[in-house]
């Protein structure tokens, strides 16, 4: 469940930053009632940016199957054995 916190709570810094560390998980930040920052542990940023990058490479092979930019499996180990005199 996120944590959603007022950015009056950011004057301890502290707890912010062990909640970061023990959620895994961003924390929400509101100004007068509305989102208005997101608070979050290296790792966590990280991982989050990590998975991003995993999303994008797959969003450009699934454009490469529907644009035909494919190969057989077959094709691909005999080019990898030539490239590499296997």
Do not use: W
Request: proline content about 3%.
């Amino acid at each position: 469940m996120p944590q959603i916190i007022p950015i009056r709570d950011l004057k301890n810094t502290s707890d912010i930053s062990e909640r970061c560390h023990q959620s895994h998980e961003p924390i929400f930040v509101t100004k007068n009632g509305y989102g208005d920052m997101v608070v979050m542990s290296i790792e966590t940023f990280e991982r989050t940016m990590a998975m991003h990058e995993v999303y994008r490479k797959l969003e450009e092979a699934e454009e490469d199957l529907r644009q035909g930019r494919t190969i057989s499996a077959e094709d691909s180990l005999r080019g990898l054995r030539e490239k590499y005199g296997l």
